[in-house]
């Protein structure tokens, strides 16, 4: 069995877009996918946080020093590529799984097949064959499994997004009912797209979610209240106003009901207002 995939680059400068537009993949469904504000927030602040030029001196006098953590930071915060590759090297050598998945994700150029049309590089490309595309995700898995958000993202949206589960059945490496274990675990990581996923998953009200095979008013309440706070999830403030006004894994609160539905209406305005910018994260020496 072979696959048609391409994955998207998010590493190729320090200056991050962040309003990414992900065509299916696997090209099953030939579906556009526009990101929810939670994912473009994720994308700009999440695994790479912004910092100060003087934050950035710090992370990689620590990075010299033997930190893996800031040895895995300057891996993705660099912006010539021989440095990155060269921290990124040192990170895994130390053990760091998060850079391991994110070397073999973003940077392995095994991912990259030749193009089905030679005068159309930017066209679909020839398959990976599964053999590979389990080499190239068995680091992702390792690190999303030990707790790392980004890792865990990576499958969850690759489960969820790339590939078409109806036509074809069980991703070669990724089963429909693993999805919401990795989004469980960006959640607790701090992703509010994936905590915000799962709070859409279990409201009763909505459709369907893939590998959500029972909905549950108490996770719903439990996934809403974690990712309601965030500004970007309108979805889930709206969510949890109803939760609160029917009593829905939780005791009833009028109150508390229109508390979040004038917080989902404010997120609804700022978020429009605010827009979706690149951030620097860091200068070329």
């Avoid at 001196?57 to 010299?64: G, N």
């Avoid at 490309?125 to 999303?144: H, M, N, Y």
Wanted: contains cysteine.
């Amino acid at each position: 069995m072979k696959i048609n995939i391409r994955l998207p680059n998010l590493a190729q400068s320090a200056t991050l877009v962040f309003f990414t537009m992900h065509i299916g993949a696997f090209g099953s469904s030939g579906v556009m996918y526009i990101p929810t504000p939670c994912e473009i927030e994720w994308e700009r602040s999440g695994f790479i946080r912004p910092m100060p030029p003087e934050q950035i001196d710090r992370q990689e006098a620590l990075a010299k020093m033997g930190n893996v953590d800031a040895q895995y930071f300057m891996g993705i915060a660099t912006q010539d590529k021989g440095e990155r590759l060269a921290w990124l090297d040192k990170a895994i050598a130390n053990g760091s799984k998060g850079a391991a998945a994110y070397y073999s994700y973003i940077l392995d150029e095994r991912w990259k097949t030749e193009p089905i049309d030679p005068e159309d590089p930017d066209g679909p490309r020839k398959p990976i064959s599964v053999p590979l595309l389990k080499e190239l995700l068995q680091p992702v898995i390792d690190a999303a499994e030990a707790g790392e958000p980004q890792a865990a993202t990576w499958l969850m949206e690759m489960g969820r997004g790339r590939w078409d589960y109806r036509a074809h059945g069980d991703h070669p490496i990724l089963k429909l009912t693993d999805i919401p274990k990795w989004a469980e675990i960006a959640a607790r990581g701090g992703n509010p797209a994936a905590a915000e996923w799962l709070c859409k998953a279990h409201d009763k009200e909505l459709r369907e979610f893939p590998g959500v095979e029972k909905k549950d008013d108490a996770q719903a309440f439990y996934w809403c209240s974690m990712a309601a706070p965030r500004t970007c999830s309108i979805g889930a403030k709206t969510s949890l106003a109803k939760l609160y006004r029917e009593g829905l894994g939780v005791a009833p609160s009028k109150a508390m009901s229109d508390y979040w539905s004038d917080r989902s209406k404010k997120s609804r305005a700022a978020v429009q207002i605010e827009g979706v910018f690149p951030v620097q994260v860091k200068n070329s020496k």
